[in-house]
């Protein structure tokens, strides 16, 4: 092997091999010409693990706001269901007893109206920085197309009506 004559009073071992390389590099180079790609797995080790954290992060979003909207349906009808039973005490003690329900459920009653029997709220509710409002509808079976004392279920819609005797 041919090693350079300044390094030919040491041994040629590893070391005296590695110097005669690094003898032969261009004037100012820090790294071999053949290895100037060192220490890039570690720059794409970096990169994966960044785009991995990205990837969670925005999972973990979409999971906050799926919760909130589901948070607030259940709350909604809840609110709907407890607002129809205190339809026949009026509108003011029927949306009172709403808003205690919508606190109750962590959310917060945007919208209440009572015709009738038929009670269409409204709820806000969320987790963490997302918000949903949902409305929902609760009253009577025969409020919503049945008609009392026929037997006879009308749908509304051309497509799926049907009878029921």
């Keep these: 092997m041919w090693v350079p004559k300044r390094l030919r009073w040491r041994r040629t071992g590893w070391v005296a091999r590695w110097r005669a390389r690094r003898a032969a590099w261009p004037r100012g180079a820090r790294t071999a010409p053949w290895r100037a790609d060192d220490g890039v797995a570690s720059v794409w080790a970096v990169f994966v693990v960044g785009v991995l954290a990205v990837v969670v992060g925005v999972v973990l979003l979409m999971g906050q706001a799926i919760l909130g909207r589901h948070r607030a349906g259940g709350a909604a009808d809840l609110v709907a269901l407890a607002v129809a039973d205190r339809a026949l005490d009026g509108q003011q003690p029927a ?5 205690r329900v919508a606190r109750a459920q962590r959310g917060e009653l945007v919208r209440c109206t ?36 026929k037997g006879e279920l009308r749908l509304q819609g051309g497509a799926g009506a049907g009878r029921r005797s």
Excluded at 95 to 99: I, K, L, M, P, R
């Design 95 to 99: 949306c009172a007893t709403g808003a």
């Design 114 to 149: 009572v015709r009738g029997e038929i009670a269409d709220v409204t709820v806000r509710a969320g987790a963490g920085p997302f918000d949903a409002e949902v409305r929902s509808r609760a009253g009577p079976a025969h409020g919503w197309g049945v008609e009392a004392g």
